[in-house]
């Protein structure tokens, strides 16, 4: 899964690293703590164009009275991910990217929770495959574009992590998966290859939501991964 993540690169360089034209209204950056019902930075293919622009991470299904009413979608497995009635019509018509710089991961020790920061070990930026959709109110009063990230089994050096991870995209990747270059969107939506991301150690103050700053992706002394 993913269920927190890190954004450092600046709004004009996504917009530029995606060709994207950006929205006026962008959540702030850096930041080291991306949690769920954050604004996040979304790429969409809308009538040709590519759009940077910001969603609520946490994908509301048309039905909800309330953004409350029920679980919070803040991941859409790629296993069920097309019959799931939540997620069904945006995994064909409405796929994006989330950017993000790295995300964190637990493992346990008793009953610790040990974080660790994950990124591509060539340094750049992730893309992470999302879904999204509007979601307003029965009454009209309310509305908002929300998102989930797509996530997967884990590769086989992932799983020493978490036995899921999210869906990386490759740069080539992105035309398919918007939807520009049409069908074949499913053959994607797989584990990255191996040493395609490293991970180490960060302090559990990131295990806060709270928790903010730069601190949180320091190495905590063990060698990256």
């Not at 097309?82 to 064909?92: G, V, Y």
């Not at 089994?153 to 020493?160: D, E, F, L, R």
């Not at 490293?198 to 295990?207: A, E, I, S």
Request: net charge neutral; glycine share 6%; charged share 20%.
């Amino acid at each position: 899964m993913c269920g927190r993540f890190s954004i450092t690169l600046p709004p004009d360089a996504m917009a530029q690293l995606f060709e994207a034209v950006p929205a006026n209204d962008l959540p702030d950056v850096p930041n080291y703590n991306v949690c769920p019902t954050n604004a996040v930075h979304v790429v969409t293919a809308v009538e040709g164009q590519r759009r940077l622009g910001a969603m609520r991470w946490g994908f509301i299904p048309h039905w909800y009275k309330k953004p409350n009413d029920g679980p919070l979608l803040i991941n859409a497995r790629a296993e069920t991910i097309a019959e799931k009635p939540a997620f069904r019509a945006a995994c064909r018509e409405r796929r994006a990217v989330i950017v993000a710089s790295g995300f964190y991961e637990w493992t346990r020790d008793g009953d610790a929770r040990l974080p660790w920061y994950i990124s591509r070990t060539d340094g750049a930026p992730l893309a992470f495959a999302a879904i999204w959709q509007t979601w307003s109110a029965k009454d009209d009063s309310d509305e908002m574009r929300t998102a989930a990230i797509v996530t997967t089994g884990a590769n086989k050096s992932m799983s020493t992590i978490h036995h899921r991870m999210p869906v990386i995209l490759e740069p080539d990747d992105i035309p398919l998966w918007l939807g520009e270059q049409g069908k074949g969107a499913a053959t994607l939506m797989r584990a990255a290859p191996e040493n395609t991301l490293g991970w180490y150690r960060v302090d559990k103050t990131v295990n806060s939501n709270r928790a903010a700053g730069p601190a949180l992706i320091e190495p905590l002394g063990d060698a990256p991964t």
